[in-house]
């Protein structure tokens, strides 16, 4: 099944592309915005799993769905319902096993940038 059949499906559940689907430029695409790099550099720093809503972005929170999906339908995160919340987890294992260091790379280059020598 699809992840466009799963997302029709079913009331609740959202769509992941499974580990195979992941393609490279989704990802890159996806990590290119400096908002869903933010995310997931929190998914990163030691919160395996948040809710939307405890993210402090500086968009609004439509745009904030936006991200969220962009991410979500690239393969970086996966989320799911736990009651009224939209909790989201980095998808490390499978970024890691596709693409090696890729993920790594990219939040040591942010974390520079963020904070120059």
């Given at each position: 099944m699809s992840a466009t059949e799963r997302a029709t499906t079913?009331?609740?559940?959202?769509?992941?592309?499974?580990?195979?689907?992941?393609?490279?430029?989704?990802v890159l695409h996806a990590l290119a915005d400096p908002v869903r790099l933010r995310i997931v550099r929190e998914l990163a720093d030691g919160h395996s799993?948040?809710?939307?809503?405890a993210f402090s972005l500086p968009v609004s929170k439509s745009t904030s769905t936006h991200h969220f999906r962009v991410l979500r339908e690239a393969g970086v995160i996966?989320?799911?319902y736990?009651?009224?919340s939209r909790?989201?987890?980095?998808?490390?294992?499978?970024?890691?096993?596709?693409f090696p260091g890729l993920l790594t790379?990219?939040?040591?280059a942010h974390?520079?940038?963020q904070h120059p020598a």
């Open positions: 079913s009331g609740r559940r959202l769509a992941h592309p499974e580990r195979e689907e992941i393609r490279l430029e989704a799993e948040m809710a939307c809503i996966r989320q799911h736990e009651g009224t909790m989201s987890r980095l998808r490390q294992d499978d970024l890691d096993a596709l790379a990219v939040l040591q974390r520079r940038s």
